[in-house]
């Protein structure tokens, strides 16, 4: 009876193994999974932009001007609400770009991020 109570639990040897049997598993999923956290970032930036850009074209096309600010789409039902930007995680980081002919009016949408992308190119340049 007392040898059956002493094999009833693990040891801390067996303990330690599979502990450090999950940290090796661990280490090797990681990497993978922050990559496509990052993946999944850029190709929500690109079709917000792809997004916003496609409502101004539509309000310039139905007002014969470009809105004066995002909102301005959101409360003429253009668009929803307007996006996050998933680099920043922030709703006021977007860099608004006038048209040439004058100096006021949203003509295109660039991300505000300062980080690089992970094919080389700034964020701020798509």
Do not use: C, H
């Amino acid at each position: 009876m007392r040898a059956l109570r002493r094999r009833a639990g693990f040891t801390l040897i067996e303990l330690l193994v599979v502990m450090a049997v999950l940290a090796i598993l661990a280490s090797m999923v990681a990497p993978r999974y922050l990559s496509r956290v990052d993946d999944a970032r850029e190709t929500v930036l690109r079709q917000n932009l792809v997004g916003l850009r496609t409502a101004i074209d539509q309000f310039y096309r139905d007002k014969a001007r470009y809105p004066e600010t995002l909102d301005e789409l959101v409360a003429q039902r253009y668009i929803r609400a307007v996006p996050l930007d998933p680099i920043t995680k922030r709703l006021d980081s977007w860099v608004l770009i006038p048209p040439k002919e004058s100096a006021k009016g949203v003509f295109d949408v660039k991300s505000g991020a300062t980080q690089r992308a992970r094919d080389g190119s700034d964020y701020a340049s798509w």
